[in-house]
């Protein structure tokens, strides 16, 4: 029996050993099986333990030179994608890997030469696996290395000074890129893996590199098909762009599945806004409303549609009145399109200081809408709201002297005076104010103020 053992131990010996051996002589005597032996032995007993470049270099080049010789053998194509892995060659290891693929499918190569792609050795899992380790490796570190950025970016915010905030800004810059070669990394190894591409564009979105996202959420939906949030992601990037064709396309195809998106409806309605479809933003910005209906932005914001409609045909008038003075049916028409658009105007505005009562914006527009109006009617709810106003914002001269001139529509100058008392104190050098209030003085008996009001605006009308 240990005879027996002897001799087989001798005979594994010799056999490991015959690579090497034959090594020191000519290797065009060498068989496919001598090289892959060959390699094979100074991959495990020497690289392995010396972890040099130039051992699996040593390794590399003895099956280069085997498929020199040989040809498209998958074998030797896999051996040398795992050799490249080893040294983090990726591209050329995805090369080597492909070749494998595309040898095993290939019929005119030797059936002896494939017969091990899809059973003993079987390839196509080993580099389905390779594949997924690395991707996985890759991915991974890239995801570390963005938590890490966003840590610096904090630190870089919180820096004492701005030569430190540039510091730690280039320490950030060197993390971003090794994040993005992470990536582009797992993308190369699994090109058809859409999460290395959702992954790179969530590293981009950290320097607005909009450009660059979109082109990645389009490679995600090439593979996985439309879906809502690359959908909403790609439309808002566009946004950043201020591209608003295609924000309105991507915004609407996001709509097709989520019609009641109120933020979707906003954008949307901005965007016809910015390429001058009114008609549009008209649409979009009332079926935001229907889902929120005490969104006193956008209720204001439809209030201002119909006042700008109703300054329009006022402008419309003027210009008729000036070049066709007898188009009386013309000026008849523009005339009902201006109460029209008055009316629509006031309702929302009203809706809109339902909702916030201190609205200033929808206070300051209903006042002046009744002041334009003529409509004596209206004359208290005009003074009402420009006295809530300026009860929030008395240093808006504007708005008080549409307070006064209200007052005085009224036919109460007495409460026309503290309005315009209030614009001289806000700007002593108004001449206008100071001029009403001595007319005001003087129609209210009050003649040494009068007098020295008069003076005032003299005074500022010599200079």
């Known amino acids: 029996?240990?005879?027996?053992?002897?001799?087989?131990?001798?005979?594994?010996?010799?056999?490991?050993?015959?690579?090497?051996?034959?090594?020191?002589?000519?290797?065009?005597?060498?068989?496919?099986?001598?090289?892959?032996?060959?390699?094979?032995?100074?991959?495990?007993?020497?690289?392995?333990?010396?972890?040099?470049?130039?051992?699996?270099?040593?390794?590399?080049?003895?099956?280069?030179?085997?498929?020199?010789?040989?040809?498209?053998?998958?074998?030797?194509?896999?051996?040398?994608?795992?050799?490249?892995?080893?040294?983090?060659?990726?591209?050329?290891?995805?090369?080597?890997?492909?070749?494998?693929?595309?040898?095993?499918?290939?019929?005119?190569?030797?059936?002896?030469?494939?017969?091990?792609?899809?059973?003993?050795?079987?390839?196509?899992?080993?580099?389905?696996?390779?594949?997924?380790?690395?991707?996985?490796?890759?991915?991974?570190?890239?995801?570390?290395?963005?938590?890490?950025?966003?840590?610096?970016?904090?630190?870089?915010?919180?820096?004492?000074?701005?030569?430190?905030?540039?510091?730690?800004?280039?320490?950030?810059?060197?993390?971003?890129?090794?994040?993005?070669e992470g990536f582009k990394e797992a993308i190369l190894v699994l090109p058809d893996e859409a999460r290395s591409y959702s992954a790179l564009a969530a590293l981009y979105q950290r320097k607005q590199m909009n450009k660059e996202m979109i082109d990645l959420f389009l490679k995600e939906i090439e593979l996985t098909g439309e879906n809502d949030e690359v959908m909403s992601r790609i439309a808002y990037a566009y946004i950043s762009l201020s591209d608003w064709e295609n924000t309105i396309i991507w915004?609407?195809?996001?709509?097709?599945?989520?019609?009641?998106?109120?933020?979707a409806l906003i954008n949307l309605s901005v965007a016809y806004q910015s390429v001058k479809n009114t008609e549009k933003w008209f649409e979009y910005s009332e079926r935001a409303i229907e889902v929120d209906p005490q969104n006193s932005q956008l209720v204001l914001g439809m209030g201002s549609y119909w006042y700008t409609a109703m300054q329009n045909a006022t402008v419309a008038q003027g210009e008729i009145a000036d070049s066709l003075p007898d188009a009386s049916e013309q000026k008849a028409a523009?005339?009902?399109?201006?109460?029209?658009?008055?009316?629509?105007?006031?309702?929302?505005?009203?809706?809109?200081?339902?909702?916030?009562?201190?609205?200033?914006?929808?206070?300051?527009?209903?006042?002046?809408?009744?002041?334009?109006?003529?409509?004596?009617?209206?004359?208290?709810?005009?003074?009402?709201?420009?006295?809530?106003?300026?009860?929030?914002?008395?240093?808006?001269?504007?708005?008080?002297d549409y307070l006064g001139r209200m007052f005085i529509i009224k036919g109460d100058t007495k409460a026309a005076i503290k309005p315009y008392e209030m614009i001289v104190e806000n700007d002593p050098s108004d001449v206008d104010a100071w001029e009403r209030l001595s007319e005001l003085?003087?129609?209210?008996?009050?003649?040494?103020?009068?007098?020295?009001?008069?003076a005032k605006a003299d005074e500022l009308n010599k200079i």
Request: charged share 30%; glycine share 4%; aromatic share 12%.
């Open 251 to 263: 915004f609407e195809k996001y709509l097709e599945g989520n019609p009641t998106d109120i933020n």
């Open 334 to 400: 523009l005339e009902n399109e201006r109460i029209e658009a008055m009316g629509k105007s006031m309702s929302y505005f009203n809706r809109a200081l339902d909702i916030s009562p201190d609205n200033l914006d929808a206070l300051r527009l209903t006042g002046i809408l009744c002041l334009l109006s003529g409509d004596i009617k209206k004359t208290d709810i005009g003074i009402d709201m420009f006295e809530r106003y300026v009860a929030i914002n008395p240093s808006d001269n504007n708005i008080l």
């Open 441 to 454: 003085y003087e129609y209210n008996s009050m003649p040494v103020k009068s007098k020295e009001a008069k």
């Open 1 to 180: 029996m240990k005879i027996f053992r002897y001799i087989v131990a001798m005979i594994l010996i010799f056999a490991l050993a015959t690579p090497s051996i034959m090594g020191a002589e000519n290797r065009g005597l060498w068989s496919e099986s001598n090289y892959v032996q060959s390699a094979k032995i100074h991959y495990r007993h020497v690289y392995k333990k010396s972890k040099r470049r130039e051992d699996l270099y040593h390794c590399i080049d003895l099956i280069r030179e085997a498929a020199d010789r040989f040809g498209h053998r998958p074998q030797l194509y896999y051996m040398l994608g795992t050799f490249y892995a080893e040294i983090n060659a990726i591209d050329t290891v995805i090369a080597y890997f492909d070749s494998v693929e595309t040898f095993c499918a290939d019929e005119s190569i030797e059936e002896k030469y494939r017969k091990n792609c899809y059973k003993k050795d079987n390839y196509k899992k080993k580099m389905a696996n390779l594949r997924k380790d690395r991707w996985e490796s890759s991915l991974n570190d890239a995801v570390e290395n963005i938590a890490l950025y966003d840590t610096v970016m904090v630190w870089k915010s919180a820096a004492p000074t701005d030569d430190s905030a540039k510091i730690i800004e280039e320490k950030g810059d060197l993390i971003f890129a090794e994040a993005e």
